[in-house]
T-cell receptor
């Protein structure tokens, strides 16, 4: 079956702009989580959505937001981009139950210049 | 706060050598443990997971890990590595929520 699909794969934005990243989970998966991966901070949890509701949130500023649609697809938005937002953004989907296995997409590489 | 520590940041081995990567997790609450691997240019893939039961967990590609509750450890092992095992390895902890806390990762380079 198809895996987790993230679009776009690569993105270059200018400081101050905003960006929207998209994630399509595995069919039947209702939980979508987002992570930021950087060389300095490693993999950090941004937030999780389940059935269109944010269920958990990490320690990121309010410029980072997300949403989930009724078909479980999720989008992540970052407003007023900063150089430090340059990172690989990963999406993970789960079938839904807490503690189950997470499947990751290939990520969106965001570069802020 | 919950945390995961991986003590080996870079490991270089020759093919056929044995591998053990350390992982320690913080105490408290429900603990689910995972090892993920990230091959160059590829997405994170699950190697193995521990939720409960037998503390010796077998994963894919000949990897295994042992959950030792008294030491808060979940070390990854492989008796004989191959060049194709060159990758970055992440230990992660889950719990009562779906939030995963990752270690900083270990870069493994296997020399042919």
């Amino acid at each position: 079956k198809a895996g987790v699909t993230q679009t776009p794969r690569y993105l270059i934005k200018t400081r101050g702009q905003q960006v929207t990243l998209s994630c399509s989970p595995i069919s039947g998966h209702r939980s979508v989580s987002w992570y930021q991966q950087t060389p300095g901070q490693g993999l950090q949890f941004l937030f999780e959505y389940f059935s269109e509701t944010q269920r958990n949130k990490g320690n990121f500023p309010g410029r980072f937001s997300g949403r989930q649609f009724s078909n479980s697809r999720s989008e992540m938005n970052v407003s007023t981009l900063e150089l430090g937002d340059s990172a690989l953004y990963l999406c993970a989907s789960r079938i839904g139950d807490r503690g189950t296995e997470a499947f990751f997409g290939q990520g969106t590489r965001l570069t802020v210049v | 706060a919950q945390s995961v520590s991986q003590h080996n940041h870079h490991v270089i081995l020759s093919e056929a050598a044995s591998l053990e990567l350390g992982c320690n997790y913080s105490y408290g609450g429900t603990v689910n443990l995972f090892w993920y691997v990230q091959y160059p240019g590829q997405h994170l893939q699950l190697l193995l997971k521990y939720f409960s039961g037998d503390p010796l967990v077998k994963g894919i590609k000949g990897f295994e890990a042992e959950f030792i509750k008294s030491k808060f450890s979940f070390n990854l092992r492989k008796p004989s590595v191959q060049w194709s095992d060159t990758a970055e390895y992440f230990c992660a902890r889950g719990g009562a929520t779906n939030k995963l806390i990752f270690g900083t990762g270990t870069l493994l380079a296997v020399q042919p």
